[in-house]
């Protein structure tokens, strides 16, 4: 027996075996309803893309440059990156649903005593995840950080997605 012989029935098996884990798997945080994966498994051969953190494009330019009103609350910040990141994706392809790892960062807010408004966070972020448009959940982290490159900055954002 050759070894091309050999090597045949090998072949014609994993020609008609379906691929394993060709998709993406979502893992849910058991008994609740929060918009989040509690993991995100990738198959084999699939590609990750890396964004690097996103921070709020300007969302009032009446207001004074780099002032807080210029770029707005927490909500307001985190669609606006959100919207950019949504922006970028598509640039390469890709959408919202295709991003499985979240890193947020937040800083306090003063008008909220210095502490992070995760509950402005969540409401931007809703819009862009755990829709009926758009069902698919990343697993994610969401810290306060004592601060970012621009004072009134709030809110950055960095995303890996996995091309389908």
């Not at 950019?84 to 991003?99: F, H, N, P, R």
Request: glycine fraction near 8%; charge should be positive.
């Amino acid at each position: 027996m050759t070894k091309t012989s050999r090597l045949l029935p090998i072949l014609a098996l994993l020609a008609t075996t379906p691929a394993f884990a060709a998709d993406v798997v979502r893992h849910k945080i058991p008994n609740s309803t929060f918009p989040i994966s509690a993991a995100v498994e990738i198959p084999a051969g699939k590609t990750l893309v890396f964004l690097s953190g996103a921070v709020a494009p300007v969302a009032d330019a009446s207001a004074p440059k780099d002032s807080p009103q210029a770029y707005g609350d927490t909500k307001t910040q985190t669609v606006g990156v959100l919207t950019s990141i949504e922006k970028q994706l598509k640039g390469m392809g890709l959408t919202m649903g295709d991003v499985v790892k979240m890193q947020a960062f937040l800083v306090g807010d003063p008008a909220k005593g210095g502490k992070m408004d995760f509950t402005g966070f969540m409401a931007g972020y809703t819009q862009f995840f755990g829709t009926a448009a758009q069902p698919n959940l990343p697993s994610r982290s969401a810290v306060q950080v004592a601060a970012l490159a621009n004072p009134s900055f709030l809110v950055e954002i960095e995303v890996t997605a996995v091309r389908p």
